[in-house]
């Protein structure tokens, strides 16, 4: 291994669209480059965009345009990227990336994966990596030792500009999220024509917005519904918002919740899969029961109404966020857990 380099690690993500796991292989390759003797190569699925946002700090970047299990080009373009690179650390990112893993020899396979996936795509993966206590449960109570499953949750930034922007005269509501039926925008929009001091943003894209629109139209919501484009910076948004609201239908992790805690914003979220298990009601969030439009609207106004309770949820949000959720503490738990496993060169 080249001199004052300690560990080498190769991070396939085999997704082309946007989407929270997405995000956190950009935010988690960005963090780990900036640590002392690691080498960092990354292969992605052919992506413009992404390619130019990563490209900003990490010099190695392979592409694979057509990237699919029955295409023998992908097998070997991976098979000849880890010959040459000769890393100790090789983690795949969800189903597509990891089904493509070659057995390791004398390197470490690891699979990260964020939902209730087919393990059958992870044969080749000497360990796991979990973002979920319950995730990590599902992958032993399927066979695997637990000794080789690790649970590390995600991290989001800080605050980027860290300063509460001037609001309008209406209550402002914030939702960031893919326009995809299980994210749930769909409910959150059923209950703004009963929300009439409310004004609602939401911010991200996706194959279901004529759906969002043609609801937006039913409920003449033209002037307190706003979309916007995904941005990288979410920071104005959640600074210039009253309330985040999560009503997913379906959601493993639920990084929007823990951005939420780390703006000083209370957040709201459907009592189902990660967001269910973040937050602890009343305590650092609100829960309605999942599908519920009218729980949602009871929530949101009995919420808006309690000041005492808004400065408590945004108090202990914030402190899970720095106490379980930092940056620093993730990436430590990930470079520690890399080091243990490890195959020395």
């Given at each position: ?11 396939i993500l085999?997704?082309?669209n946007?989407?929270g ?5 950009e ?11 690691i080498?960092?190569?990354?292969l ?9 946002l ?8 392979h ?6 299990f029955f ?12 010959k040459k690179?000769q890393?100790?650390i ?5 189903n597509?990336?990891?089904s493509f893993?070659?057995?390791s ?14 393990l059958?795509?992870?044969v080749?993966?000497d360990y796991?990596i979990t973002?979920t206590?319950?995730?990590k449960?599902?992958v032993?109570?399927?066979g695997?030792d637990?000794?080789k ?15 509460k ?13 893919r326009?995809?039926r299980?994210?749930?925008i769909d409910?959150?929009?059923?209950a703004?024509?009963?929300l009439?001091n409310f004004?609602l943003?939401i911010?991200?894209?996706?194959s279901e917005?004529?759906q969002?629109?043609?609801l937006?139209k039913?409920?003449?919501l033209?002037?307190n ?6 941005t ?18 379906h ?8 951005d939420?805690?780390?703006?000083k914003i209370?957040?709201i979220?459907?009592d ?7 937050v ?14 009218f729980d ?20 202990n949000g ?7 959720f ?10 520690n857990f890399?080091?243990?496993i490890?195959?020395?060169?």
């Amino acid at each position: 291994m080249a001199k004052n380099i300690e560990m080498k690690i190769l991070s396939i993500l085999g997704g082309a669209n946007k989407g929270g796991a997405e995000k956190f292989f950009e935010r988690l390759s960005f963090a780990i480059k900036t640590r002392k003797n690691i080498k960092l190569e990354l292969l992605i699925r052919k992506n413009e965009e992404r390619y130019n946002l990563l490209n900003k700090q990490i010099e190695k970047i392979h592409q694979i345009k057509n990237f699919y299990f029955f295409n023998p080009f992908c097998h070997k373009k991976i098979e000849d990227i880890i010959k040459k690179f000769q890393p100790n650390i090789v983690l795949s990112w969800m189903n597509r990336a990891s089904s493509f893993l070659p057995v390791s020899k004398g390197w470490v396979n690891i699979g990260r994966i964020g939902g209730y996936y087919k393990l059958k795509n992870y044969v080749n993966c000497d360990y796991i990596i979990t973002n979920t206590e319950d995730l990590k449960e599902y992958v032993i109570e399927s066979g695997w030792d637990p000794n080789k499953v690790e649970y590390i949750p995600n991290f989001v930034k800080n605050n980027v500009s860290n300063k509460k922007l001037k609001k309008s005269t209406f209550k402002e509501i914030i939702c960031l999220s893919r326009f995809h039926r299980n994210k749930g925008i769909d409910i959150l929009l059923k209950a703004m024509p009963y929300l009439k001091n409310f004004k609602l943003k939401i911010v991200g894209q996706g194959s279901e917005k004529n759906q969002y629109d043609e609801l937006i139209k039913k409920y003449s919501l033209e002037k307190n519904v706003t979309f916007y484009e995904w941005t990288n910076n979410i920071s104005d948004f959640l600074n210039a918002s009253d309330y985040l609201i999560c009503p997913s239908r379906h959601e493993p992790f639920g990084n929007i919740v823990i951005d939420g805690w780390a703006h000083k914003i209370p957040v709201i979220v459907s009592d189902t899969g990660g967001p269910g298990l973040l937050v602890k009601n009343n305590f650092n969030g609100i829960k309605f029961k999942n599908e519920d439009i009218f729980d949602l609207i009871n929530k949101i106004k009995l919420l808006d109404l309690n000041k005492v309770l808004q400065k408590k949820l945004i108090k202990n949000g914030y402190n899970n966020y720095k106490t379980k959720f930092s940056e620093q503490l993730i990436i430590d738990k990930y470079i520690n857990f890399f080091e243990k496993i490890k195959c020395a060169e």
